[in-house]
């Protein structure tokens, strides 16, 4: 039996568990917390930092092979075990250029692949001669350990920019800027490599967010087919450039002149893919394993005509587990409902997702569902 190292331990991890089970893998986690979510379902804990290296070690001598649930890791620290024989997928020269967003925006850039202007903040006095082409509104973006809308902010005007990098002063982050994209709507797309160099593709889907975070995914999306290709070009381009093994979720803009644009990178799996454990006749999930297994890949295709996916996010601090709620949105004809097992509620904080299958595609059936999930969620 093949035992998979996953460094970190959250629902990304945790929704591997049924993929695991079914190809017959052990997982053994690195993960903080005894109350991490994949810790139920690993065969195996390392309680430790997904950054501490030395319980990576650990971790590998339990493991064939090890896989990255997010991107928050020591790679310097990383490669040292590389050196020592440690199996990484994807590789770690993957996940060099995309941890630092200035560093991903200019791999991206440098590979022909169409990008937001950008520019790094290294010195405020030349700011205003940098920013006069891209005017206001703009986007300031941390370089590392964003997510989720974290250290992402709309500027409007010059004044407010050097009011935020002088209070950053005092806890210096890396900075970049990019031109805020007028976009019509948010597309994602999640694609696998194999060892053997096998890419598949998931369908393009729309994003919804509200407030920087994810709030819904409405699969396929209602976009041309050429659009269709060019984001799929995109996918092809990347994992092969990166030699990437796994599974990869790309955010993208479509704009109002009908162009595509690439917003950022994940190299792992992706809150975008989480419809495909119930629409498709592979999960994201059993993607990534089969990648990192060595194995051959699966079929992504949609087994429905439309899948809409709801996040349950926080909207107090509590400690609920919201049975009666979850019993009500199980109750929605086609929905299934996951939830995570967090046992602490907070605002914005990802506590599940429910996914409803359709058998037509019908946007106003879509909307309406959309609507009486977060009824049920939002509102008592």
């Not at 319980?55 to 990255?68: G, N, P, W």
């Not at 310097?76 to 590789?91: D, H, I, M, N, W």
Request: glycine share 6%; charged share 20%; with cysteine.
């Amino acid at each position: 039996m093949k035992r998979i190292g996953v460094i970190g331990g959250g629902q990304l991890a945790w929704m591997m568990g049924d993929a695991a089970n079914k190809l017959e893998v052990e997982l053994i986690v690195q993960t903080p917390s005894i109350q991490d979510p994949a810790v139920a379902i690993a065969h195996d804990t390392v309680l430790a930092a997904i950054d501490d290296a030395d319980a990576t070690k650990v971790l590998a001598a339990k493991s064939d092979v090890i896989t990255f649930e997010n991107e928050f890791v020591d790679l310097e620290a990383l490669s040292l075990l590389a050196k020592q024989g440690v199996c990484f997928r994807p590789r770690l020269e993957a996940l060099a250029p995309l941890l630092d967003k200035y560093h991903q925006r200019c791999y991206l850039r440098d590979l022909g692949l169409p990008v937001p202007q950008f520019f790094a903040v290294e010195q405020q006095e030349d700011l205003a001669a940098k920013i006069a082409d891209l005017g206001f509104p703009l986007v300031l973006k941390s370089r590392r350990h964003g997510y989720d809308g974290q250290g992402t902010f709309i500027i409007r005007d010059l004044a407010t920019l050097q009011e935020k990098l002088e209070l950053n002063q005092k806890n210096p982050t890396l900075f970049l800027i990019e031109e805020f994209v007028p976009f019509e709507r948010e597309l994602a797309v999640i694609a696998a490599r194999a060892v053997d160099g096998e890419v598949v593709i998931y369908p393009v889907v729309e994003t919804q967010q509200e407030q920087q975070v994810c709030r819904r995914v409405i699969a396929p999306a209602d976009i041309t087919p050429e659009q269709v290709a060019t984001a799929e070009a995109i996918a092809y381009k990347l994992l092969n450039s990166l030699q990437f093994v796994g599974v990869f979720g790309i955010e993208l803009f479509l704009t109002t002149d009908g162009k595509i644009l690439v917003n950022e990178i994940a190299p792992r799996t992706h809150n975008s893919g989480h419809f495909s454990l119930d629409a498709c006749a592979t999960s994201q999930f059993e993607q990534h394993l089969r990648a990192v297994c060595g194995k051959p890949l699966g079929n992504p295709a949609l087994q429905c005509t439309t899948a809409v996916m709801v996040n349950l996010l926080g909207y107090e601090t509590s400690v609920s587990d919201y049975q009666s709620k979850r019993q009500q949105l199980a109750a929605i004809p086609q929905a299934h409902v996951h939830w995570y097992g967090k046992t602490e509620s907070r605002p914005g904080r990802k506590l599940g997702h429910v996914t409803v299958l359709l058998e037509n595609h019908n946007p106003a059936m879509t909307s309406e569902i959309v609507h009486t999930i977060e009824s049920i969620w939002y509102f008592s």
